[in-house]
T-cell receptor, first 112, second 115 residues
Framework: DTGVSQDPRHKITKRGQNVTFRCDPI?????LYWYRQTLGQGPEFLTY????????KSRLLSDRFSAERPKGSFSTLEIQRTEQGDSAMYLC??????????FGQGTRLTVV | AQKVTQAQTEISVVEKEDVTLDCVYE???????LFWYKQPPSGELVFLIR??????QNEISGRYSWNFQKSTSSFNFTITASQVVDSAVYFC????????????FGTGTRLQVFP
């Protein structure tokens, strides 16, 4: 499968715990995005990488959130001290330049 | 500011009916791109189409067609002879940023096609 891959698909965690999600983009894509989607809403932009450089972060991305893309390949999104409001689907997408972004199937986070 | 509005929250049709999903966008930029994505129950967003602001030609792809009208800031999507497999949430999205291409999504329209 050469699409965007996200792991895990589902994560249930207790409030206050840290969680980390992984995204493997399509191999030749230099751009990688993280979005968050809550129930009944469209995805909202969180952050963007071009190669290994994180070029933009949304105001939605509080200081509890951190994202990395070492060596411009896979990316991780970590949420520290999770809160119930963090429960959402976290979507990763990749693209090559100004073309359509391809999305992964997402990681559904539930904070209990 | 940029914004995408999908006023139809949910639409139900019977198989073989035609259905149009509305999308209205707001932007002050003269160069922008519009998209439609399909999100089936599996959760993955599937790309359907991209249009740039300089190309107002309507497009047809099989049972799908898109009507882009700058005068009304609309980019509507029509499915002809709908099928049960078309059941999904459909999102319209906008990008105006050359630097990041980040997408601004509408709230989506849930389409249910009944047999």
């Amino acid at each position: 499968d050469t699409g965007v891959s996200q792991d895990p698909r589902h994560k249930i965690t207790k409030r206050g715990q840290n969680v980390t999600f992984r995204c493997d983009p399509i191999s030749e894509h230099n751009r990688l995005y993280w979005y968050r989607q809550t129930l009944g809403q469209g995805p909202e932009f969180l952050t963007y990488f071009q190669n290994e450089a994180q070029l933009e972060k949304s105001r939605l991305l509080s200081d509890r959130f951190s994202a990395e893309r070492p060596k411009g390949s896979f990316s991780t999104l970590e949420i520290q001290r999770t809160e119930q409001g963090d429960s959402a689907m976290y979507l990763c997408a990749s693209s090559h330049g100004m073309v359509e972004a391809f999305f992964g199937q997402g990681t559904r986070l539930t904070v209990v | 500011a940029q914004k995408v509005t999908q006023a139809q929250t949910e639409i139900s049709v019977v198989e073989k009916e035609d259905v149009t999903l509305d999308c209205v966008y707001e932007t002050r930029d003269t160069t922008y791109y519009l998209f439609w994505y399909k999100q089936p129950p599996s959760g993955e967003l599937v790309f359907l189409i991209r249009r740039n602001s300089f190309d107002e030609q309507n497009e047809i792809s099989g049972r799908y067609s898109w009507n882009f009208q700058k005068s009304t800031s609309s980019f509507n999507f029509t499915i002809t002879a709908s099928q049960v497999v078309d059941s999904a949430v459909y999102f319209c999205a906008l990008t105006t940023s050359y630097n990041t291409d980040k997408l601004i999504f509408g709230t989506g329209t849930r389409l249910q096609v009944f047999p």
